[in-house]
């Protein structure tokens, strides 16, 4: 199937830890995407990459950090959760950023709860 | 700063009615809107997505206007069915920034 994938759907972990969200696209797009569903179900991007190439980078604690190996994948990398990072967090893609008629499509998303 | 604001945050019908989503955005200088369908637990899938040169676009029994002038958009659902409940967000890319700006959804329910 063609999509837009997260590894795990659900992540539950105490504060202090370090965790990481998976996201692979199998649609051949060139930008991937996070963005923070909180509990108000308010989506907010994160990060957006291009071909391997960061783009957008809102102000989110430098406790985040993404990295993509390739253009199909981009991970997100958290240390020292706490509290307030509980959300889901999605993945999504699209062909091209400078494309910006072009809709993005997103995963399932990951449910993170810090405890 | 470009916001989106959508009304009312919850609705619920009965089936068969036909209704409007509402959104509405600051700042009129938009590539183009986009409406998605959320369920519970599971990720978004899109529904329409109107250029900003474009006034409407339909696929199946939806159909979603836009006035970029007046910073508007609604999603029209005709014969609303069960299967339609879901969170509605609609999203508008900025034209300054590239980035996709979401409203926080309402959320529908249709009653059999």
């Known amino acids: 199937d063609t999509a837009v994938s997260q590894t795990p759907k659900y992540l539950v972990t105490q504060m202090g830890n370090d965790k990481s969200i998976k996201c692979e696209q199998n649609?051949?797009?060139?930008?991937m995407y996070w963005y923070k569903q909180d509990s108000k179900k308010f989506l907010k991007i994160m990060f957006s990459?291009?071909?391997?190439?960061?783009?957008i980078n809102e102000t989110v604690p430098n406790r985040f950090s993404p990295k993509s190996p390739d253009k199909a994948h981009l991970n997100l990398h958290i240390n020292s959760l706490e509290l307030g990072d509980s959300a889901v967090y999605f993945c999504?893609?699209?062909?091209?950023?400078?494309?910006?008629?072009?809709?993005?499509?997103f995963g399932n998303g990951t449910r993170l709860t810090v405890t | 700063k470009q916001e989106v604001t959508q009304i009312p945050a919850a609705l619920s019908v009965p089936e068969g009615e036909n209704l409007v989503l509402n959104c509405s955005f600051t700042?009129?200088?938009?590539?183009?809107l986009q409406w998605f369908r959320q369920d519970p637990g599971k990720g978004l899938t899109s529904l329409l997505l109107?250029?900003?040169?474009?006034r409407e676009q339909t696929s199946g029994r939806l159909n979603a206007s836009l006035d970029k002038s007046s910073g508007r958009s609604t999603l029209y659902i005709a014969a609303s069915q069960p299967g339609d409940s879901a969170t509605y967000l609609c999203?508008?890319?900025?034209?300054?920034?590239?980035?996709?700006?979401f409203g926080q959804g309402t959320t529908l329910q249709v009653k059999p």
């Open positions: 999504a893609s699209s062909p091209q950023a400078i494309f910006l008629d072009s809709p993005l499509h």
């Open positions: 649609l051949g797009h060139d930008t």
């Open positions: 990459y291009n071909n391997k190439e960061l783009i």
């Open positions: 700042d009129s200088a938009i590539y183009n």
């Open positions: 109107i250029q900003s040169s474009q």
């Open positions: 999203a508008v890319r900025s034209g300054n920034t590239g980035k996709l700006i």
